[in-house]
């Protein structure tokens, strides 16, 4: 019976599959485009900018997702802002990922020698010019690995954005055990799917720090 319920199923599977990894994808381009500036903001020698990003990284990372969700979702109407659940999943999820992409980047710009910096500057590169050309192309090929780490714990978080009936794959599962009653078999084959995309993920992007690894330190050395 438990293998029926998988095999007759396997195309609402296969769409909650593929809607987990679109909001994780679309979660993690908005978590590293708002991450970059939140990063560099966590080192800038302003004072004000430097709190207002540490504030942000700290709050967020300090707090619940489920609760982050629900306060995108079921908050935000409150002041005159409606979205949609999957809308609402891929913000929520993402401004999350943001705060933790913030210091990935920050520590990859750290971990870039200062000699790189020094040595832009002494060309005639403004702070800028050096940090855009110079500094952040080197900590990019850094951040790789825990970039992966990261990109692993979006697709297992996108599991919470279930809670605001979003169709992916958990809340798939959630569905078929309320029509055939059978927890084991669906959630373990549920589990097997996020380890399968998870693993593949890591793997893939092993391949991409390998071949971009900065020879002497860092990444794949």
Known sequence: MGLEIIANNLGFFLKGAILTIE????????????????????????????????????????????????????????????????????????????????????????????????????MGMTYGQSMRRVVLPQAMRLIIPPMTNEFIILIKDSSLVSAISVWELTLVAKELNAKYFDPFTIFLFVAAVYFIMTFATSKILRVVEKKTAIPGFGAGD
């Open 23 to 122: 909001i994780s994808l679309s979660a993690i381009a908005l978590g590293f485009a708002l991450g970059v500036p939140m990063g560099l903001a966590r080192i800038s020698r302003i004072l004000p900018v430097r709190m207002l990003a540490t504030g942000y990284v700290e709050a967020l990372r300090g707090t619940p997702l489920l609760v982050q969700i629900f306060i995108v979702y079921f908050g935000l109407p409150s002041i005159g802002i409606y979205l949609d659940p999957l809308v609402s999943g891929i913000l929520a999820v993402g401004l999350n990922s943001a705060a933790y992409q913030a210091e990935i980047i920050r520590g990859g710009i750290q971990s870039v020698p200062k000699g790189q910096m020094e040595a832009a500057r002494s």
